[in-house]
């Protein structure tokens, strides 16, 4: 069975049968791999969105008040 067909099956299962399947499956993923993934993607999302958007207009950044 591809993903895409193990994706279409198990959207077509009942909510309840979904939300179990979908907790089964994230407990099957190593909590390290998961992590890692995780952090990649934010890195590669919204981290990199900010710093180009505070690249871009470096008013936007936080600027402490002199001591």
């Known amino acids: 069975m591809s993903e895409a067909e193990a ?8 909510a309840d049968a ?3 399947l979908a907790l089964r499956l994230l407990e099957s993923v ?7 993934a995780a952090a990649e993607s934010w890195l590669r999302t919204e ?4 710093y180009d ?5 470096a ?5 402490r008040s002199p001591a």
């Open 7 to 14: 994706y279409e099956a198990g959207m077509s299962l009942p």
């Open 18 to 20: 979904r939300r179990r």
């Open 30 to 36: 190593d909590p390290d791999e998961a992590f890692d």
């Open 47 to 50: 981290a990199a969105a900010a």
């Open 53 to 57: 958007a505070l690249k871009a207009d």
């Open 59 to 63: 008013s936007r950044g936080f600027r």
